[in-house]
C-alpha cells in the first residue's frame, strides 16, 4: 500500500480504484507513512511555519437550514447576535495589534448583511489596514455581490462544497439548496480572482468512500487556492444530534492526501479537529496542514456561534492565547508565520 502513497507524492494523483484503497485499508503504519510524507511535502513548501488567520464570526444568524449546522435557521435554543461594523473594526484593531495580517469573517447567510453593508465592511477594513489579507466566508451570493467585494479589497473566499455527491448533498441539506448553485459560486469565486476555499467535512452523515472519492476528483480539477478539511461534529440541537462524529484518523489520512496532491495549497489544522481531540492542532499540522485560525471574536459572542458541541475557542484556539499556540507548535518543531500568507504556486 506505500506504493500509492509514493505515487500519490510522485505524481499527484492516482486512479479511483486506487484512492479507494487506501482510503478503505489504511491501517496506522499506513497512516502514519503518509502523514510523514505529506509533513516533508509541507516543510519543503512552508518550511516550519504556520500562518495565522485571524477569525472573527461576524453573525449567528443564517436563513439556512442545513441538517449539520448548529446555527442553522431552525434551531429555536440559541442567542442569535449580529457584530456591528465598529465592532468588526474593533476585532481587526486587536488582531493587528496582536501580530495578524489576514482577518476572516465568516457568518451565516444573514439577510441583514447585506451586500452594501458587507462592502462597506470591508472597504473600511482595507482603507484601515492595507497591508492585510481580507477572506470572506459568508456563503453563497451572486457573482456581482462576489465582485462587489473584490472591488472593495477581499482578497480571498472560503466556501466548501461539502459534498460533491448530489444525493448526497441532499441529504445534508433541505430543499431550495442545491449543489450544483454551490458549485457555480466556486466558479464565480475563481473567475473574479479570489483565492477560493473549498473542502468539506470528513465523517458527515452520510457519506461513504465513493463520494470522497468523487470530493478528491473534483478539488483536483478545482485547484483551489485552500482546502478546509475538518471532521463532522454533531450538535445537539440539529437533525444530526444522534450523528457520530468524524473521526482523527480519516480526517488527518485525507489532509495528507490532499496535501500530496496539492504541496502549495493553504490547508489549516480545523479548529473542528481541535475540537474532537486535545492534540487535533498538532496531528493535523504532522500531516500537511500549514494555517491555524485563532478566534479574534468578542469573547461575549463565541459561545453563541456554536457550529457543533463543545466548539474550541478559547486557549490556543484564541487570539489571545497567541503565547499558548505558540509554545505549542514549538513543541512539535514549528513557529507562527505573521505573514500575511498568500497563496504562491
Ligand atoms: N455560511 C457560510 C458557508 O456556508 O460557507 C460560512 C459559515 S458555515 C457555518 C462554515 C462551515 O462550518 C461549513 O462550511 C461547514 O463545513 C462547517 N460546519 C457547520 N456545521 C458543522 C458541524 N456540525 N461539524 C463540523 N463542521 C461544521
Redesign the pocket.
Given at each position: 500500500m506505500r506504493q500509492w502513497v509514493d505515487k500519490l507524492r510522485k505524481e499527484r494523483t492516482l486512479r479511483p480504484e486506487e484512492f479507494r484503497q487506501l482510503l478503505t485499508e489504511c491501517d496506522g503504519e499506513l497512516l502514519r507513512y503518509i502523514n510523514e510524507q505529506a509533513q516533508e511535502v509541507s516543510l519543503r513548501h512552508f518550511g516550519n511555519r504556520i500562518f495565522i488567520r485571524g477569525l472573527i464570526e461576524v453573525s449567528n444568524c443564517?436563513r439556512?437550514n442545513?441538517y449539520?449546522?448548529?446555527?442553522r435557521k431552525g434551531n429555536p435554543n440559541l442567542e442569535r447576535y449580529r457584530l456591528t461594523a465598529e465592532s468588526i473594526l474593533d476585532c481587526c484593531k486587536q488582531g493587528y495589534e496582536l501580530g495578524f495580517r489576514t482577518f476572516v469573517l465568516?457568518?451565516?447567510?444573514d439577510p441583514v448583511l447585506t451586500d452594501e453593508r458587507i462592502e462597506s465592511i470591508v472597504s473600511a477594513i482595507h482603507r484601515n489596514y492595507p497591508d492585510c489579507a481580507i477572506t470572506l466566508?459568508?456563503?453563497?451570493k451572486p457573482r456581482e455581490a462576489y465582485e462587489r467585494f473584490f472591488q472593495a479589497g477581499a482578497n480571498r473566499y472560503?466556501?466548501?462544497h461539502?459534498t460533491y455527491d448530489k444525493s448526497h448533498y441532499r441529504q445534508l441539506h433541505p430543499e431550495g439548496m442545491s449543489c450544483g448553485r454551490r458549485l457555480q459560486c466556486l466558479q464565480d469565486l475563481k473567475e473574479i480572482g479570489y483565492q477560493t476555499g473549498t473542502?468539506?467535512?470528513v465523517g458527515?452523515p452520510g457519506q461513504t468512500v465513493e463520494h470522497l472519492i468523487q470530493d478528491i476528483l473534483f478539488i483536483e480539477q478545482l485547484r483551489p487556492e485552500m482546502i478546509?478539511i475538518?471532521?463532522?461534529?454533531?450538535?445537539r440541537d440539529?437533525p444530526?444530534a444522534q450523528s457520530p462524529c468524524?473521526t482523527v484518523e480519516q480526517t488527518i489520512l485525507l489532509l495528507s492526501i490532499f496535501r500530496l496532491m496539492h504541496p502549495s495549497a493553504l490547508i489549516p489544522a480545523t479548529t473542528?479537529l481541535a475540537t474532537l481531540t486535545p492534540d487535533g492542532r498538532e496531528r493535523g499540522i504532522l500531516a500537511g496542514a500549514n494555517v491555524v485560525m485563532p478566534n479574534l471574536s468578542p469573547q461575549e459572542e463565541r459561545k453563541k456561534y456554536n457550529?457543533?458541541n463543545n466548539k474550541a475557542s478559547l486557549g490556543a484556539e484564541s487570539a489571545e492565547g497567541l503565547r499558548i499556540l505558540q509554545q505549542q507548535l514549538e513543541n512539535i518543531g514549528y513557529q507562527i508565520s505573521f505573514d500575511r500568507g498568500d497563496y504562491k504556486q
Open positions: 443564517c439556512n442545513c449539520y449546522c448548529g446555527i465568516q457568518g451565516g447567510e466566508s459568508l456563503g453563497e472560503l466556501l466548501r461539502e473542502g468539506i467535512m458527515s478546509g475538518g471532521p463532522f461534529l454533531p450538535h440539529t444530526f468524524g473542528a457550529l457543533y
